[in-house]
C-alpha cells in the first residue's frame, strides 16, 4: 500500500464546478452532486477506498456491509468539508453554527503571551477551525503541506475572500522550520496536523486503536524545544449547518526530558484522536494505510 504522497486527487475542474453551483444556486445542490461524485469514487477509487474499508472493518469492527456504507458517508463528508471551506473562505451567505468546548482555555492561551501550539488531526473540518480562530486575540499561524496541484491552489487563493490565518507552508528545504521558530518566539500560536508524514520523515510510534502507528516527530519536537503549551483542538461536523469545536485545557509537560516531553505528549494526542475517531468515525479523512 503506498504512503502518503502530500497532495490530493482532486482536479481544478471540479473545484470550477462546485464553486460555480455554490455562488449561483446555494450548498444544498452542491451537496446533492456530491452525492454521486461519493458513490463513484466509492466504486471506482480502489487505491483510497480499501484503507478506509480496512479501518472501518478491521480497526473499528464494523461488519462487511456497513464498513462499505461507512466508505461512502467518509467520501461524503471529506466533500463537504472541501465545500463549507470555500464557502466560508470566500464569504458565501451560510447558515453554519457553531458549539466551543474549550475556547476560553485558547483565550488563555493567547493572552499569557507565551505562545503556544494547537495539535490537530485530518479529522473533522481543521479549515473551519482555522478560520474560526480569528476570534482570539493572537496572531495564528498554519502549518499545511505545500504539495497541492499549483492550478487548485491559484484557482482557490482567487475565490477565498479576506485571509485571517498566517500561512506556513512546508517546504522540502525545512525553511519552515525557520518560520515555525520565528513565530514561536514571537509568542504567536502556530496550529499544526500530527496525523500525517512524508515517507523518509522521522517518527515515533503509539498506539492508535490497539495497534502501533507511526506518527510525523516535528511537532512533537517542535513543542518540546521551545517549552511552549499545547493544547489538542479538532473541529467536526455534527449536521449538514453545524459544527462541533473541541480545545483541550494547554498543557506544559514535564520539562528535564525532551524525550519525556515528546512521549507524554504524543499519548495525550493519540489517546484525544481516538476518542474523536470513534466519537466520529466518518470524519478522518485518511486514505493510505495509516499502520503500514
Not at 464498513?67 to 466533500?79: A, E, H
Not at 499545547?230 to 480545545?247: D, G, P, Q, R
Not at 485545557?249 to 489517546?271: G, T
Amino acid at each position: 500500500m503506498p504512503l502518503w504522497q502530500g497532495k490530493s486527487n482532486a482536479s481544478p475542474l471540479g473545484y470550477r464546478i462546485f464553486v460555480s453551483i455554490l455562488k449561483n444556486f446555494g450548498i444544498r445542490p452542491a451537496y446533492v452532486l456530491l452525492r454521486f461524485v461519493a458513490l463513484y469514487y466509492s466504486l471506482f477509487s480502489y487505491k483510497s477506498s480499501k484503507p478506509v474499508f480496512d479501518l472501518y472493518h478491521y480497526k473499528l469492527g464494523y461488519g462487511r456491509l456497513s464498513s462499505l456504507l461507512k466508505v461512502y458517508s467518509n467520501y461524503y463528508m471529506f466533500g463537504q468539508s472541501l465545500i463549507d471551506r470555500v464557502v466560508v473562505m470566500a464569504g458565501i451567505p451560510n447558515k453554519f453554527s457553531f458549539d466551543f468546548d474549550g475556547e476560553n482555555y485558547l483565550h488563555e492561551m493567547a493572552t499569557q503571551k507565551k505562545g503556544g501550539i494547537l495539535l490537530s488531526a485530518h479529522l473533522g473540518n481543521w479549515e473551519i477551525a482555522g478560520h474560526l480562530l480569528k476570534r482570539l486575540n493572537a496572531k495564528i499561524n498554519v502549518v499545511m503541506f505545500d504539495e497541492e496541484h499549483e492550478k487548485i491552489k491559484q484557482y482557490l487563493d482567487s475565490v477565498k475572500g479576506e485571509k485571517s490565518m498566517h500561512i506556513i507552508a512546508i517546504k522540502k528545504n525545512l525553511s519552515h522550520i525557520y518560520e515555525i521558530s520565528d513565530a514561536l518566539k514571537n509568542n504567536e500560536l502556530v496550529c499544526m496536523h500530527a496525523d500525517r508524514f512524508l515517507e523518509g520523515n522521522k517518527t515515533f510510534s503509539e498506539k492508535l486503536l490497539g495497534t502501533e502507528a507511526k506518527f510525523p516527530i516535528g511537532p512533537f519536537l517542535l513543542a518540546a524545544q521551545f517549552k511552549v503549551p499545547v493544547s489538542l483542538t479538532f473541529a467536526v461536523k455534527e449536521t449538514n449547518a453545524h459544527y462541533h469545536f473541541f480545545a483541550t485545557k494547554p498543557k506544559e509537560y514535564d520539562l528535564k526530558s525532551k524525550e519525556n516531553f515528546m512521549k507524554e505528549l504524543l499519548k495525550d494526542f493519540a489517546a484525544e484522536m481516538e476518542a474523536k475517531l470513534k466519537q466520529y468515525p466518518e470524519q478522518w479523512y485518511n486514505y493510505y494505510d495509516f499502520w503500514h
